[in-house]
T-cell receptor
Framework: GAVVSQHPSWVICKSGTSVKIECRSL??????MFWYRQFPKQSLMLMAT?????????EQGVEKDKFLINHASLTLSTLTVTSAHPEDSSFYIC?????????????FGPGTRLTVL | EDQVTQSPEALRLQEGESSSLNCSYT??????LFWYRQDPGKGPEFLFT???AGEEKEKERLKATLTKKESFLHITAPKPEDSATYLC??????????FGKGTKLSVKP
């Protein structure tokens, strides 16, 4: 149980284009999903908290107009990187909190490797 | 400011050589201490949650313990397949997770 998927697992795009990453909870409902970014040899940095049916909450320093988050249902959240640039290249990981589970346990997806040329 | 620090950054062990990883934290209103395993190019895999000082949890060759200031992940007689980066995260009062930078463990046969 508690499986989270991400799609795509990797993507290469040209500078200036937009990329959408999907995060799905496969066997549970998640009112809250989280988006993290991880640079090489660094830890996970929280970018934003996504709540179903309401606007996402962004961490300080994360541009909300650049990283668009939509939490359309209890099992799906999407992150769109708009007008991507090479410095946006990173490993993006989502996590989800089980509606029925502990308030503090998060289950992570396998990550999406974004490379912007 | 809430902070989680892991040490060492990297640890090389021979197969069968037991050791411990450290996670020290300063978090107001701690809501759990979490351990994850992360393999290269993959998302973190949940291992343990500890909620109160003195609590211990075990899974195969791993045992996690918690005090009021730090947590330890003990690895007994490790095998090469235990090689991974081990992440520690503290649950904050906002329902968020504050991650340490991880300890990269390499176990040589």
């Amino acid at each position: 149980g508690a499986v989270v998927s991400q799609h795509p697992s990797w993507v290469i795009c040209k500078s200036g284009t937009s990329v959408k990453i999907e995060c799905r909870s496969l066997d549970f409902q998640a009112t809250t999903m989280f988006w993290y970014r991880q640079f090489p040899k660094q830890s996970l940095m929280l970018m934003a908290t996504s709540n179903e049916g309401s606007k996402a909450t962004y961490e300080q320093g994360v541009e909300k107009d650049k990283f668009l988050i939509n939490h359309a249902s209890l099992t799906l959240s999407t992150l769109t990187v708009t007008s991507a640039h090479p410095e946006d290249s990173s490993f993006y990981i989502c996590s989800a909190r089980d509606l029925q589970g502990s308030q503090y346990e998060q289950f992570f997806g396998p990550g999406t490797r974004l490379t912007v040329l | 400011e809430d902070q989680v620090t892991q040490s060492p950054e990297a640890l090389r062990l021979q197969e069968g050589e037991s050791s411990s990883l450290n996670c020290s934290y300063t978090v107001s209103g701690l809501r759990g201490l979490f351990w994850y395993r992360q393999d290269p190019g993959k998302g973190p895999e949940f291992l343990f949650t500890l909620y109160s000082a003195g609590e211990e949890k075990e899974k195969e060759r791993l045992k996690a313990t918690l005090t009021k200031k730090e947590s330890f992940l003990h690895i007994t007689a490790p095998k090469p397949e235990d090689s991974a980066t081990y992440l520690c995260a503290a649950g904050g009062s906002q329902g968020n997770l504050i991650f340490g930078k991880g300890t990269k463990l390499s176990v040589k046969p």
